[in-house]
């Protein structure tokens, strides 16, 4: 392990009943780093992120997080170590603002008195959002008014914001438009630039990984069986990878 990384899986594997998710997986990951990971349905990549951000428990292997070996107890204790997701539900709360989701189960209060403190949850959002480049219309809009990649950058930068080391994001481009796509990778190419956070984007799109990523992954049955740098390779070498997977897939079934 390096000086540098702020993650570390090593041999993780882990199975429900029958079914393994995870073999023996070894992934790492470097400070300030955008690293993609990639695989097919079913590759096992939920259960991976499950298991970095406290849900699952690994049944082998370990995670040692800046060096150091750590046994994660449960998605807030995760957290409380500066691990954060964002999954594709985004958690928010449709019919709430802008910063009350912001403020979303962390509120400030006015003390002594168990009194909500709008105006410094209000400060706080424009500066967060400010600082990130998002731009909302208000941040007294309800959330259910924004468009996609807004609805996204909302639970983004919540996420930064309640001291993220490491970033998960979950699938952030799905079922987005070009122009909403577009401004969640300047949203993760700044927060790239500022070095403060290291992420691990989980995409299927593989322009989108050579768009913000440093290096890429690919997940296949329970592993990592790529690893390179994204000067290193190219959408149609990955594009081969899985295509080749694919045919065996189908060979597989042909013989049965």
């Known amino acids: 392990m390096t000086e540098h990384e702020v993650l570390r899986a ?14 023996d997986v070894s992934l790492r990951l470097e400070k300030g780093e955008v690293l993609g990971l990639i695989g097919d349905n079913g590759a096992g990549k939920s259960t991976l992120i499950k298991t970095i951000t406290g849900f699952h428990r690994p049944d082998e292997g370990r995670l040692l997080l800046d060096g150091e070996e750590t046994v994660l107890k449960s998605v807030s204790h995760a957290q409380s170590l500066g691990i954060q997701t964002v999954y594709q539900d985004l958690a928010l709360v449709d019919d709430l603002s802008v910063y009350h989701n912001m403020f979303l189960n962390a509120e400030i209060v006015r003390k002594p008195f168990p009194f909500l403190n709008g105006r410094a949850m209000k400060e706080k959002t424009r500066q967060y959002l400010a600082d990130i480049g998002v731009k909302i219309p208000s941040i007294d809009t309800e959330v259910a008014m924004l ?4 609805r996204q950058a909302i639970a983004v930068a919540r996420a930064v914001y309640s001291d993220a080391k490491i970033l998960l994001m979950d699938e952030p481009l799905a079922a987005m438009g070009a122009k909403e796509g577009a401004m969640i ?5 700044r927060l790239k630039d500022e070095g403060n956070v290291s992420i691990i984007l989980i995409a299927h799109n593989y322009a989108h990984v050579f768009e913000v990523c440093d290096r890429v992954n690919v997940l296949q049955h329970g592993r990592i069986t790529y ?3 994204t000067g290193d390779t190219s959408v149609e070498e990955l594009t081969e990878l899985m295509v080749s997977e694919y045919r ?4 597989g079934g042909e013989e049965e």
């Open 185 to 189: 990778l300047d949203l993760v190419q």
């Open 248 to 251: 065996k897939a189908r060979a």
């Open 227 to 229: 690893d390179k740098n």
């Open 10 to 23: 090593e041999n993780i594997a882990k199975g429900f009943g029958s079914v393994t998710a995870l073999r």
């Open 147 to 150: 468009s996609g990649g807004q």
